[in-house]
């Protein structure tokens, strides 16, 4: 059971949230809601069929069926839908600030306009921002599955939205298609003035870390788990404290741990590693944020303090400014205070 303390802090405390598929949180109620009215069949007669196929022993058999998903996806109001579900259920759960990715390949791939996916998510975004007080940025995420030409065409597609696409990602499967495959493009990408990231060491092993580092030279690092396996790359993040953001039920739902028992967090923590804890693909893994931050205390007996370092790690490692990075840090330095 969990701490009545630490629970109360989790719920009431604000959130940021940066690490999160935008496709990730589409729920088999609203994705069969929007397959009816575009009159797409799905493989699924009802919603406990979907539920039931969402076991997974790999990334990839995951990815499998979060594509599929997907594919229900057709018109602005679709990814309009789709956005403002996940901002109405956070805000519940006092997220003020959210930066999100979407994967742009997966619909153009099928011939969906670049211009309706964005739309549809920005306007969300800031209806979000407006009517729910919750901040965003927007990433682009490449697909690494694909070429570096399709990712050089995607970024070709993203410019004339450029004002509003923050900063650009890299997902998808991860053995095989190393950091080095995008070097290019994300190059090209920094001259555009994106922000970088990308998902690496969540399969794929320590060098990939490396390689995101030393070859795409992004600001934050996806996952980034398999760094335990090599300690001077530990100390390295470290040292130059980048984010690390961590995602433990998508982990444990994608078979990366075995349980949440074994989570090396209080590791990473006490190595100083600036870790955030966020929930990758909620809809697909169980759990939005409250959920991942619960579900972890409670298997690996977090306390107050570690609560609230990966709380403020979670606004720090933002690309807020650095002022609002710090008014949100003293919000959850105050209810620390009152709770404890
Ligand atoms: N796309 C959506 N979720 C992902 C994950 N956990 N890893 C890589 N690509 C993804
Ligand atoms: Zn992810």
Same mark, same amino acid.
């Given at each position: 059971?969990? =701490?009545?303390?630490?629970?109360?802090?989790?719920?009431?405390?604000?959130?940021?949230?940066?690490?999160?598929?935008?496709?990730?949180?589409?729920?088999?109620?609203?994705?069969?809601?929007?397959?009816?009215?575009?009159?797409?069949?799905?493989?699924?007669?009802?919603?406990?069929?979907?539920?039931?196929?969402?076991?997974?022993?790999?990334?990839?058999?995951?990815?499998?069926?979060?594509?599929?998903?997907?594919?229900?996806?057709?018109?602005?109001?679709?990814?309009?839908?789709? $956005?403002?579900?996940?901002?109405?259920?956070?805000?519940?759960?006092?997220?003020?600030?959210?930066?999100?990715?979407?994967?742009?390949? $997966?619909?153009?791939?099928?011939?969906?306009?670049? !211009?309706?996916?964005?739309?549809?998510?920005? *306007?969300?975004?800031?209806?979000?921002?407006?009517?729910?007080?919750?901040?965003?940025?927007?990433?682009? !995420?490449?697909?690494?599955?694909?070429?570096?030409? &399709?990712?050089?065409? $995607?970024?070709?597609?993203?410019?004339?939205?450029?004002?509003?696409?923050?900063?650009?990602?890299? =997902? !998808?499967? /991860?053995?095989?298609?190393?950091?080095?495959?995008? *070097?290019?493009?994300?190059?090209? !990408?920094?001259?555009?003035?994106?922000?970088?990231?990308?998902?690496?060491?969540?399969?794929?092993?320590?060098?990939?870390?490396?390689?995101?580092?030393? /070859?795409?030279?992004?600001?934050?690092? #996806?996952?980034?788990?398999?760094?335990?396996?090599? *300690?001077?790359?530990?100390?390295?993040?470290?040292?130059?404290?980048?984010?690390?953001?961590?995602?433990?039920?998508?982990?444990?739902?994608?078979?990366?741990?075995?349980?949440? &028992?074994?989570?090396?967090?209080?590791?990473?923590?006490?190595?100083?590693?600036?870790? $955030?804890?966020?929930? #990758?693909?909620?809809?697909?893994?169980?759990?939005?944020?409250?959920?991942?931050?619960?579900?972890?205390?409670?298997?690996?007996?977090?306390?107050?303090?570690?609560?609230?370092?990966?709380?403020?790690?979670?606004?720090?490692?933002?690309?807020? =400014?650095?002022?609002?990075?710090?008014?949100?840090? /003293?919000?959850?330095?105050?209810?620390?205070?009152?709770?404890?």
């Amino acid at each position: 059971m969990i =701490d009545s303390k630490i629970k109360r802090f989790i719920e009431a405390a604000p959130k940021a949230e940066i690490h999160l598929h935008i496709e990730g949180t589409f729920e088999p109620e609203l994705m069969f809601e929007i397959a009816k009215r575009n009159s797409i069949k799905l493989k699924y007669n009802n919603i406990e069929e979907v539920k039931a196929a969402y076991k997974f022993n790999n990334l990839q058999e995951f990815l499998d069926i979060y594509y599929a998903g997907a594919n229900v996806l057709m018109y602005e109001q679709d990814f309009f839908d789709l $956005t403002w579900a996940y901002l109405t259920k956070v805000q519940s759960q006092n997220v003020k600030h959210v930066e999100i990715f979407f994967d742009p390949q $997966t619909h153009t791939e099928r011939g969906i306009d670049f !211009s309706i996916v964005i739309q549809g998510i920005h *306007k969300a975004l800031e209806k979000g921002k407006t009517e729910l007080g919750i901040s965003y940025r927007l990433i682009m !995420s490449y697909l690494r599955h694909l070429s570096e030409a &399709a990712a050089f065409e $995607t970024l070709k597609q993203s410019l004339p939205f450029k004002s509003i696409i923050d900063g650009v990602g890299l =997902d !998808s499967s /991860e053995l095989g298609n190393p950091p080095e495959k995008f *070097k290019q493009v994300f190059e090209a !990408s920094a001259k555009e003035g994106f922000k970088l990231c990308a998902h690496a060491g969540e399969e794929g092993p320590a060098e990939y870390i490396w390689g995101a580092l030393n /070859e795409l030279k992004v600001n934050r690092i #996806d996952h980034g788990n398999r760094c335990l396996d090599d *300690k001077e790359l530990v100390a390295h993040l470290a040292q130059i404290q980048m984010p690390l953001t961590l995602c433990p039920l998508s982990n444990l739902e994608l078979k990366v741990i075995k349980n949440l &028992a074994d989570y090396p967090l209080k590791s990473m923590l006490n190595q100083n590693l600036l870790v $955030t804890l966020n929930s #990758d693909d909620p809809a697909y893994f169980g759990g939005y944020m409250n959920e991942n931050f619960i579900a972890t205390a409670e298997a690996i007996n977090l306390n107050l303090d570690d609560v609230s370092t990966l709380l403020k790690n979670g606004f720090i490692a933002t690309w807020l =400014d650095e002022e609002e990075k710090i008014g949100w840090c /003293e919000m959850i330095d105050d209810l620390y205070f009152e709770i404890a």
